[in-house]
């Protein structure tokens, strides 16, 4: 395992990030299986709250938490593949390993930017978008910082 500290720190916010996500993946589980709102920030969609959804469309509900489900534990995997990503990849100067986190992390922000800031989103943006924000942010930086320690390793050379 190379020890070059700019890339250590990389790896392990890269990582840490990866357990952010995981938990993240977790509150749409949780949500969908026993929560109170439709997902963090939502509490309502155009005045009609989950119990309501429930009385009147419990098809609806059912499919929203199909999807929920699907999105937590794509969420999770996530979580888990940055995690290794950084612990194994980027911790061992794999270049593949540090560009694959940043694609993730460019992917992930030009989709959640796309879908939330169009006209007509109305939900709490701190609660809602903020998560998925800062994980990008952290990757992104984490990325850079294992960039500078692969340049100084090639440096070395």
Known sequence: M?????????????????????????TFLYTAYLGTEFELGVDTLGGVTRTDLEASNPEML???DHLHVGLGGLLVALGITLIALGWYGIQRGYRWAVTTSLGIAL????????????PGFGYDWVIHIAPSLLV??????????????????????
Not at 2 to 26: S, W
Not at 107 to 118: D, E, F, G, K
Request: proline share 2%; charged share 10%.
């Open 62 to 64: 059912h499919y929203m």
């Open 107 to 118: 992917i992930a922000l030009a989709t959640n930017v796309l879908v939330h800031y169009r």
């Open 2 to 26: 190379i020890t070059e500290p700019k890339l250590r720190q990389g790896a392990i916010l890269i990582a840490a990030t990866g357990c952010g996500i995981v938990g993240y993946g977790l």
């Open 136 to 157: 990008t942010l952290l990757v992104l930086v984490g990325g850079v910082r294992a960039y500078q320690g692969l340049q100084s390793i090639a440096g070395r050379s």
